[in-house]
Each structure stands twice: as structure tokens, then as C-alpha cells.
């Protein structure tokens, strides 16, 4: 492996395990069965479904298709081959599970996360899709019950993991029933330019050769046009159709914020916008996320740590509560998230500068799934860029693989530092255009740019002054304390007011010259160097120095930030009709019962999007509910009666 992008913060090689997970029974009481979420697997069920409409209606309750959604199906159930990058979020799963209800045979779905298997197979379950899985967490006997339903033809979905599918005894066993489609979740991780990759993917290219009549439906939310490509060739799909998506996900408002105090600000944000949510923050390392994680639980909310080098037992318990408690927050590195298809993640929060637009526009479409809105928030500063600079240097691994890192962060750094809407310059990094979206911070509040070419210049001087005159090089935070005139230890060891540029830069407030020293590092005017990060000058600053070249600066927003939205009500609720809330947090609670009951997340009995439609709506007979979004048949069967219920309690008292 060459160059995974992580190799270079030892404190973060948290690519999420695999194998290593405990049975993920332990966390929610025992179930019987094996792989089905505890309910047998019913001897006799309409399987075969004529039509993709009619399984998209009567299984899984929705009206029409999303996004492209039906050409991608009509495509696989007629035996061809697809590639679809979506969007997290975008109705992804359909495109594989409505085929497997429709052709002959089971649909067999490799999925990296085995931890989350059984949330798959319990959704599908809950809405009478015969689906089980296969994977290491279970007893030679929990196996064998599956692959007895599997080889007798009474499975519609069976998720593998991808280890198990690359040994030779799986794909003899896979042969001795009919597989209806391969589908590949997680298709990116076969990529090497991509921020994910898993070696076990590499294998998944002898599928075409073995079952050359089964399509195969590769999917992935990672869309640069590089792992596009890279994955079509590694897992030889040459031969098929290619369905991009509109990337755009206009339910998160994506926002960008200076880093003053970085934990404050975060608790500010969580409590005036998002009190009782469910969200991840995301930390560079380990010691950070137990000490945010820390800083928030002392503050009263639920938040927990979650890294690589926690237990897996711990692990696999906090992200069990994640799913099914309401309002958990989570604290982690890269390694939470992948595959983790809870709907109602309200806000996804970074600390710390991530690595590229790819993991970051990944991690941030982990909000707001179900549509609703949701926010993306991200607090960057100085510290970040000179770290993470120098972190490139310090990488091993060869040049290329360095200008490939340089790449990825400047990409990133152009979207922190960007005047111009986010989501145009997000969008644009995956090749699409769009116009200014009104739902980023800089939509909402534009921020001005400046001519920064003098302060730079002042800065740059005091650096080549020190260096020239004095043979010294520091860090930025000496170097505003000169350019301000203000006296400290320091100065006075080095007798530092001396020099021709002592306060002459007291015009600028101290965080005016932090984003003054970001900037031009960003724009590689200054380079951070060493151990230290002490700052010296690049082959461009000279040009600054000589008047050759003029710098343009963002304007620092005096208050850090604003906010769009003032209310902090849960935004599950929001614009719901007011009269309407009372019965949808009745029919919350309900939920939670249930769900409690059943020992399952919340969302899987119903998402807040069919809760809310149930308050607007009120039904008061069975066929009422035929028309409310995510309600299924088995789901009408299951739960209708109980819904009418709630709604007659709520609108009668
Ligand atoms: P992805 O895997 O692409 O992130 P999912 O398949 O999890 O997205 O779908 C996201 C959400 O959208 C889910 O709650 C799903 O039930 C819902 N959804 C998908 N397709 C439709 C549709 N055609 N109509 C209504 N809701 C849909
Ligand atoms: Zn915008």
C-alpha cells in the first residue's frame, strides 16, 4: 500500500475495523435466529415483484423514484452491468435492493462495515424483505442456517463482507444457488487514490469472470472523476452503464468558521442550533476526541469518544447507542461513519482541518439523509494549515505520493478560504457547476476580500529580517507579537523591539494577523518548517516583497460567526405547522417505545420524514395511511393500528 492518505498521523490510522467487531448481539438481547434480527425468516413471502414500481410502493411505501434511481434499476434488472456515484443520502440502496426483489435469485451485497449488517438486514426485515447476512460475528451454526435459506431460494438480499467473498469456499457455496445481481456498497474502497481503500476490494474483480451473466451495481458516494475511473477498471466494469448524480445536497448548509476557541465555539453552535440532536464531531486525533468528547459530556450533553484505539466491545456500544438512542452525540476520528445509514444525523461538526474535499464532503453527507435540514460546520485555523503542512514534509513515502497529499490539502485550504459560495467550489471540485446556493455561510453573510499585500509584505519582513540579521526563525505567534509592538518574554530575551518592523503592524488585531498568516500560508507565501512549525519564506514571497505580486486576502468576519437560524427547537420539527407538533413528539415517544421494545434504532420502525407527514396529515382509517411516505404494507400491518391510535389520542385531548 502505498500511499493511503492516512499514513502520515500515526495517531489516526483508523481505518474502521473489520473482522474485529464482537457479535453485535451483545448490545441489544439475545436473538435466536441467525443473521435475520432475531424475527425467523418467513417460510412463505411474495418475493418475486412484477414491476420495480410495484415493489418501490408496496414494500418500501414511496410514491415515485428519486434522482435517477428508476433508469439504474431498469438497468440491472434487465441484466446489465452499472456504476452509480450518488450522494450519501441519495436513495442508493434502492438501486441494488428493488432488483433483488424483482429478479430471480438472490441479491448479494458486499458491504466493508460488518458491525452494521445486521441494522441492513433489520430494516429490510422490517419491511418484509427476506434479507440475512454472512460474516465473522456469527457461530458455524448461525451460518449454516443462512446458507440453507440461501442455497433453498428463500433469501432476497444476503450481505457478505469482502473477505469472505474473495475465498474460494464462498464463491463455491454462492454457486450452489442463484445469484440474482452482485452489488458493491462502498465501491471506492477499491480505490488508491480515494481516502478508503480496502485491499480485500482488489478481489472483487473476479466476479465478472465467474458469473458473467450476473450484473454487477457498483455504488459509492466518493466522486471524483479520479476513483471514477480507477474504480470502473479494478473491478471491470468496462462494460457498464455510468450514472452520475447531482452531488449537490441542498438540506446541509455548509459552513466554514475561524477558530478562536474551538471547543466553546463548538458547545455554542451544539446548544444554540442543535440542542438534542443527534450529531458526529470530527477530530484528527485521539487525544482531541477524548478531550472534546470530555468538554461536551461536562457540559451536559451525551457525547461520546469513539477511536481506533478504544476496545472494540466500547466501540461497537457507542456507535449501538448512537443508532438507537436519540439526540447521541458522537466524538471521533475518521474511523465512525462509514456505512452508518442513520437517517437523522442533524449536524456533522469538524474541529480539526480534514485532509481532503473528498473525506470531507464524505463525512459531512453523513447529516441529514432523510432530507431534512441539516448543518456541516467546520472550524478552522492557523494551527491547522502550519500542522498540517508539515505533516506533508514529514510523510514518507516518495515525492509523488507528497504532491498527491500537497493536492488534496490544497483543495481543502481553497474551500476554507474561498470568498465565493461553498457549495459552488464543492461542487466544482467533483466537476459540476452550480450557482451560489444561499445555504452556506458565505451565501448568508458574503465575506469581503481586501488587499492584504502590505500586511503580508510587513510580515514577510520581519521573517527575512530575523533571519538575515539575527539567523532566527519563529513560529507566528511571535511574529504577530512584533508586528503589534507587544512586549513579552521573548522580545525582551532578544531584544526584539529593536528590529525595524517592531509595531508596525498595530493597526491589525491579533486574530486579524492569524488570518493574515493562515492565508499566506495557504496560498504557500509562507511555509511552516520543522518540528515547530517556525515559518520561512517560499520562492513566491519574494515576488510580494518586490511589489511583483499583490495578495488577496478573506476578510475576517468580526464575530466569528452567525447563525441562519435562531431557534434552537429541533430542527426535526422545524416547519412543521405548530399545532402539528404536539402529535408529532406523541408520535416520537411512541417510536421510542417501540423501537425500545424491539431492541432497534428508531428509524427503523419509521424516519422523522414519516412522522412528520403523519402529523400534517392526521389519517384516521387504515387507508388514510396509504398515501404517507415510508409506509409500506408490512409496515401499514405492522404499526397502522397503533398510528391511528396516537393520532386519536393527540387530536381528541
Ligand atoms: P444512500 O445509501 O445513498 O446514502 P439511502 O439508500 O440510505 O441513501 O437512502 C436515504 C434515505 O432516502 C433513506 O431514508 C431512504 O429510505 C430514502 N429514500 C430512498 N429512495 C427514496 C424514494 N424514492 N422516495 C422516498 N424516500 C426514499
Ligand atoms: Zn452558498
Redesign the pocket.
Known amino acids: 500500500m502505498s500511499w493511503n492518505t492516512d499514513e502520515w498521523v500515526p495517531d489516526d490510522r483508523d481505518a474502521p475495523p473489520l473482522d474485529e467487531e464482537p457479535p453485535y448481539d451483545e448490545y441489544r438481547g439475545a436473538f435466536a435466529e441467525a443473521g435475520t434480527g432475531g424475527r425467523p425468516v418467513p417460510a412463505v413471502a411474495p418475493s418475486r415483484y412484477a414491476t420495480p414500481a410495484e415493489a ?1 410502493r408496496t414494500v ?1 411505501g ?1 410514491d ?3 434522482g435517477q ?1 428508476q433508469a439504474v434499476i431498469d438497468r440491472v434488472v434487465a441484466g446489465g452491468d452499472a456504476v452509480v456515484l ?9 438501486c441494488y435492493q428493488i432488483p433483488s426483489l424483482v429478479r430471480e435469485g438472490t441479491g448479494v451485497v458486499v458491504s466493508p462495515l460488518i458491525a452494521l449488517m445486521q441494522d441492513q438486514v433489520d430494516a429490510l426485515t422490517a419491511v418484509g424483505v427476506r434479507a440475512a447476512f454472512l460474516n465473522s460475528t456469527q457461530d458455524s451454526g448461525q451460518r449454516a442456517a443462512v446458507e440453507r435459506a440461501y442455497v433453498s431460494g428463500e433469501l432476497d438480499i444476503l450481505y457478505v463482507a469482502p473477505e469472505r467473498l474473495a475465498s474460494e469456499s464462498t464463491k463455491r457455496f454462492l454457486e450452489r444457488g442463484t445469484v440474482a445481481l452482485f452489488a458493491i456498497d462502498e465501491a471506492h474502497c477499491v480505490s488508491q487514490w480515494g481516502h478508503d481503500f480496502r485491499p480485500d476490494y482488489l478481489a472483487l474483480s473476479e466476479l465478472a469472470e465467474r458469473w458473467p451473466g450476473v450484473p454487477r451495481i457498483a455504488l459509492t ?1 466518493t466522486a471524483t472523476e479520479a476513483t471514477h475511473r480507477e474504480l470502473t477498471s479494478r473491478l471491470r466494469l468496462e462494460a457498464a452503464e455510468h450514472f452520475v448524480a447531482d452531488f449537490d445536497r441542498p438540506n446541509i448548509q455548509y459552513r466554514i468558521v475561524p477558530k478562536v476557541d474551538v471547543r466553546r465555539q463548538l458547545l455554542d453552535f451544539i446548544t444554540g442550533e442543535h440542542a438534542g440532536d443527534a450529531g458526529i464531531v470530527y477530530a484528527l486525533s485521539r487525544n482531541s476526541v477524548e478531550r472534546v468528547a470530555e468538554f461536551l459530556s461536562s457540559n451536559g450533553l451525551t457525547a461520546l469518544p469513539y477511536h481506533a484505539g478504544m476496545e472494540a466491545p466500547v466501540r461497537a456500544r457507542t456507535q449501538a447507542r448512537f443508532l438507537r438512542e436519540e439526540g447521541v452525540i458522537v466524538v471521533a476520528t475518521i474511523a465512525f461513519g462509514m456505512g452508518i ?1 442513520k ?1 437523522d444525523v442533524r449536524f456533522v461538526a469538524h474541529v480539526d482541518l480534514p485532509k481532503s474535499v473528498e473525506g470531507y464532503y464524505q463525512e459531512t453527507g453523513r447529516a441529514g ?3 431534512l435540514p441539516s448543518t456541516a460546520w467546520l472550524a478552522y485555523g492557523l494551527q491547522d494549515v502550519v500542522q498540517q503542512r508539515r505533516m506533508i514534509d514529514d510523510s514518507p513515502g516518495d515525492l509523488a505520493h507528497r504532491r498527491r497529499l500537497t493536492q488534496h490539502l490544497d483543495a481543502m485550504l481553497a474551500l476554507c478560504e474561498t470568498v465565493q459560495c461553498r457549495r459552488v467550489n464543492l461542487l466544482g471540485y467533483f466537476g459540476q457547476r452550480s450557482e451560489p446556493c444561499g445555504n452556506c455561510d458565505t451565501c448568508i453573510t458574503p465575506p469581503e476580500s481586501w488587499d492584504g499585500t502590505v500586511p503580508a509584505q510587513k510580515l514577510l519582513s520581519t521573517v527575512v529580517r530575523l533571519q538575515r540579521e539575527r539567523g532566527q526563525r519563529f513560529g507566528a505567534g511571535h511574529l504577530i507579537d512584533i508586528l503589534r509592538g507587544k512586549r513579552t518574554a521573548r522580545v525582551d530575551q532578544h531584544g526584539h523591539d529593536a528590529l525595524a518592523t517592531w509595531g508596525i503592524g498595530a493597526d491589525l488585531s491579533e486574530s486579524q494577523w492569524r488570518g493574515v498568516a493562515r492565508q499566506l500560508i495557504a496560498q504557500e507565501l509562507l511555509k511552516p518548517e520543522g518540528e515547530y512549525g517556525v515559518l520561512g519564506l517560499t520562492p513566491e514571497s519574494a515576488r510580494v516583497l518586490s511589489g511583483d505580486r499583490t495578495v488577496v486576502l478573506r476578510t475576517e468576519p468580526e464575530r466569528p460567526e452567525r447563525s441562519s437560524r435562531s431557534s434552537s427547537r429541533s430542527v426535526a420539527s422545524a416547519d412543521l405547522a405548530v399545532e402539528d407538533q404536539p402529535l408529532f413528539e406523541a408520535l416520537r415517544s411512541w417510536r421510542a417505545g417501540q423501537a425500545r421494545e424491539q431492541g432497534v434504532p428508531a428509524y427503523i420502525v419509521f ?1 422523522d420524514a414519516t412522522l412528520r407527514a403523519v402529523a400534517a396529515a392526521r389519517p384516521a382509517t387504515m387507508s388514510a395511511l396509504d398515501g404517507i ?2 409506509i409500506g404494507a408490512k409496515k401499514r400491518e405492522a404499526y397502522g393500528e397503533a398510528l391511528l391510535e396516537v393520532v386519536a389520542g393527540a387530536s381528541g385531548g
Open positions: 418501490l418500501f414511496y415515485e423514484f428519486r434511481q450518488m450522494p450519501t443520502g441519495g436513495g442508493k440502496s434502492l458516494a445509514d437517517p439523509r432523510d432530507g424516519g411516505t415510508g
